[in-house]
């Protein structure tokens, strides 16, 4: 080999290394709850069932490296922690507990003289982006009114396809609302006979049976999730702007204080490049209007926004392309749809595809597409429409289930 060759970090002969990580010996998964670790090695280290307590070499020379990445992304849970074995890590002394415990985290560490010692070059948390984590496979609709009460459901798998009808479980009622939780659970709530009862969803899409009712009893609200794994209800009849927000486990909390126009009849959705925000939108307060109101990732319900797009009421809204969102159809039995932006700002009108209905629902699919279904065309039924992860809606598929209107939709894993 002609040239010269520079830059050994290893200073071993015959190990040339690449760039930071690319050179290193990765070796097997690590599950044991010790490790003494090597110089020139990169370690996949698996906490899900222990912590790990990681020696490090009890000498070393200036260019050593050594890499280390969460395999289960479970730090969080079971941490590692370094021994620095004698030598200093980040001119702090052996005696130092040096402990990473955050999930995703990916640590290399390269040493820099006796001074300072092992120093790392990177330390940082890889956030789970794949669309698994992002947004849910799978929808659900369930409750509804099929000239009566009903509490049935029906799975959407993650090709957009209807299941038949769940038996249902809970109270039977119509006029629900529901959204995801927990990233990949969701919660139906609150209903038809004034209720504030709740039904948790598993990430495997079984509904639960009843919770016991927290908030003040509502129908015909909307909810939506916030902050990557929180949900939250708002607005409902009697012309209510209150809201009750979900925490991360499933536990509705007690009334916030209403902001922006009081309305019932309206339609939710996220929004963001994290998914992490949520609008409000439409409704009926005496009329119905196209104001909308946004979610900040804090749950924080923001006043007014001026309406764009057609004034209408009992629509649907649902999350397409992992961070942008869409609302359809609505009271008058309109077909029109309205995109969102993944900065929440609502686009005007765009001409009808499908039947035009009132009453329905709408949910995620497939991690990046939508789905509106069922409803009321003058007649109940049970009809749904696919939405492309670009938000463009399709024609009609035949309906699938019992068809009904008001009732609710959203996504699970």
């Not at 010269?4 to 070796?27: E, T």
């Not at 289960?72 to 052996?94: C, E, F, H, K, M």
């Not at 927290?214 to 794994?229: I, K």
């Not at 009926?284 to 057609?310: I, K």
Request: glycine content about 16%; charged content about 10%; aromatic content about 8%.
């Amino acid at each position: 080999m002609s040239g010269s060759v520079g830059n050994n970090p290893y200073r071993a002969s015959g190990v040339i290394a690449d760039a930071a990580g690319g050179g290193l010996d990765w070796q097997d998964i690590v599950t044991a709850s010790t490790l003494t670790a090597e110089a020139g090695n990169g370690y996949w280290i698996n906490t899900t069932s222990n912590a790990c307590t990681i020696t490090l070499p009890a000498s070393a020379s200036n260019g050593d490296e050594i890499m280390f990445a969460d395999y289960a992304r479970n730090w969080g849970t079971n941490s590692i922690v370094l021994d620095s074995n004698g030598l200093n890590y980040q001119a702090n002394p052996d005696t130092l507990e040096i402990e990473y415990a955050t999930d995703g985290q990916i640590l290399h560490i390269v040493y820099s003289g006796a001074t300072n010692g092992w120093i790392p070059t990177l330390d940082k948390t890889v956030e789970d982006k794949s669309p698994a984590a992002t947004s849910n496979a799978n929808g659900i609709f369930a409750f509804g009114d099929t000239g009566s009460v009903t509490a049935l459901s029906n799975l959407v798998s993650n090709a957009g396809v209807v299941a038949s009808d769940v038996t249902g479980v809970g109270t039977a009622r119509s006029h629900v609302a529901a959204c995801e939780y927990g990233e990949d659970k969701a919660i139906f709530g609150f209903g038809s006979g004034v209720t504030n009862l709740s039904n948790l969803v598993s990430s495997s899409g079984v509904v639960a049976t009843d919770g016991t009712g927290v908030g003040t009893s509502r129908q015909n609200l909307a909810a939506c999730t916030y902050g990557g794994d929180k949900g939250i209800f708002g607005f409902g009849s009697g012309f209510s702007n209150l809201s009750n927000k979900v925490s991360s486990s499933g536990v509705v909390a007690s009334d916030t204080s209403g902001v922006g126009t009081a309305r019932a009849g309206i339609a939710a959705c996220e929004y963001s490049e994290d998914k992490d925000k949520g609008i409000f939108r439409c409704g009926y307060s005496g009329s119905g209007v196209s104001l909308s109101n946004l979610v900040s990732n804090a749950g924080v319900v923001a006043t007014d926004t001026t309406g764009v797009g057609t004034a209408t009421w009992n629509l649907a809204g649902a999350t397409y392309g992992f961070d942008k969102g869409i609302f359809g159809f609505g009271e008058g039995y309109i077909g029109t749809t309205n995109l969102v932006s993944s900065v929440g700002v609502v686009a005007t009108d765009t001409a009808a595809v499908g039947t035009a209905r009132g009453h329905l629902a709408a949910c995620e699919f497939g991690n990046d597409k939508a789905i509106f279904g069922f409803g009321n065309t003058g007649s109940i039924t049970a009809i749904t429409n696919l939405v492309s992860n670009a938000g463009v809606v399709a024609s009609d598929v035949a309906g699938v289930g019992t068809a009904r209107n008001f009732l609710g939709g959203c996504s699970y894993n």
